[in-house]
């Protein structure tokens, strides 16, 4: 199952991917939401994961409505700390309140994803 993440934050980039490369899972990454597009325009991912405030033009809810545009079941995971904007309900998503441990992370993309079984 290939994910991709993201996230602005390098540190914490590192770490989600490391950790969840560890659970078995292919894992793409972004550092912003133009990065973020440009995987979604290919249709890569199995499970978009997105930090929701992002430095650009683009946040993670509109990663999430864009990348649905080619991908209208992409299951997508939310995370933030703190969002100036009040979440959207979209069949197939999950907010994750940051700070989160891996394990949270990992548990969040099972349920998204019907509790398929790890890749490997």
């Not at 969840?20 to 290919?42: I, K, P, S, T, Y």
């Not at 649905?68 to 979209?90: M, N």
């Not at 992370?105 to 019907?114: D, H, L, Q």
Request: proline share 10%.
């Amino acid at each position: 199952m290939r994910i991709l993440i993201v996230e602005d934050d390098p540190l914490i980039r590192e770490f989600v991917v490391e950790a969840l490369r560890e659970e078995g899972f292919e894992v793409l990454h972004a550092a912003d939401g133009e990065q973020a597009l440009n995987w979604c325009g290919r249709k890569v991912a199995d499970v978009l994961v997105t930090d929701v405030k992002l430095p650009g033009k683009v946040d993670g809810w509109e990663i999430a409505e864009r990348c649905r545009e080619h991908d209208p079941e992409l299951p997508v995971i939310y995370a933030t700390g703190f969002s100036p904007v009040t979440p959207r309900p979209v069949p197939g998503s999950l907010l994750l309140q940051k700070p989160y441990h891996p394990a949270q992370i990992v548990e969040a993309i099972r349920k998204v994803t019907g509790g398929r079984p790890k890749p490997y």
